[in-house]
């Protein structure tokens, strides 16, 4: 079965520092996705890659950047963290056209 | 753009009462239809999915959703729902022509009493 590892499940850091989420796949999917996930907004897309080494921006890219040097691995980092970042991050991969596999969340506090 | 409508954003109901979650989506071509679930605390996972053929789909824990392309529609139901389908459910399209990007709808708050 798809395996989706988010680092960690509960964060807390202060404002300013710079943040790493981690997320790896053990299924060779070649399309890996970071998304933010708040209350009555649904999942909102924040980056995208689909090849190694390879990103895109999604719909709310302000504020993070992403890192994708191996295949399984995709970084999202907060570059200086502020407030309102602070929610639930969800790591997913897939194939093509594939349903996705989600990890099991980082709920991130910004302080 | 292809876009999906999730228009009940909570639902409550009592045990053994029927459900039915709409879904909507916008674009008129071939098109493939997934439902999530997260249930509380857990990662969002695959519900059910439809490519081609049958336009009823049978999911797991007895969930199933019907494709009607007259309607741009891919509803999910359940006959009877149980305290455990207490969840978020998402509606959702994979990409489509270039794109790498799915499309999610907004999502269903589902709540089930005892």
């Known amino acids: 079965d798809v395996k989706v590892t988010q680092s960690s499940r509960y964060l807390v850091k202060r404002t300013g520092e710079k943040v790493f989420l981690e997320c790896v796949q053990d299924m060779d999917h070649e399309n890996m996705f970071w998304y933010r996930q708040d209350p009555g907004l649904g999942l909102r897309l924040i980056y995208f890659s689909y090849d190694v080494k390879m990103k895109e921006k999604g719909d709310i890219p302000e504020g993070y950047s992403v890192s994708r040097e191996k295949k399984e691995r995709f970084s999202l980092i907060l570059e200086s963290a502020s407030t309102n970042q602070t929610s639930m991050y969800l790591c997913?991969?897939?194939?093509?056209?594939?349903?996705?596999?989600f990890g099991d969340g980082t709920r991130l506090s910004i302080l | 753009a292809q876009s999906v409508s999730q228009h009940n954003h909570h639902v409550i109901l009592s045990e053994a009462a029927s459900l039915e979650l709409g879904c909507n989506y916008s674009y008129g071509g071939t098109v493939n239809l997934f439902w999530y679930v997260q249930y509380p605390g857990q990662h969002l996972q695959l519900l059910l999915k439809?490519?081609?053929?049958?336009?009823l789909v049978k999911g797991i824990k007895g969930f199933e959703a019907e494709f009607i392309k007259s309607k741009f529609s891919f509803n999910l139901r359940k006959p009877s729902v149980q305290w455990s389908d207490t969840a978020e459910y998402f509606c959702a399209v994979p990409p489509s022509g270039g794109s790498y990007i799915p499309t999610f709808g907004r999502g269903t708050s589902l709540i089930v009493h005892p």
């Open positions: 997913a991969s897939s194939l093509r056209n594939q349903p996705q596999h």
């Open positions: 439809y490519f081609s053929g049958d336009p």
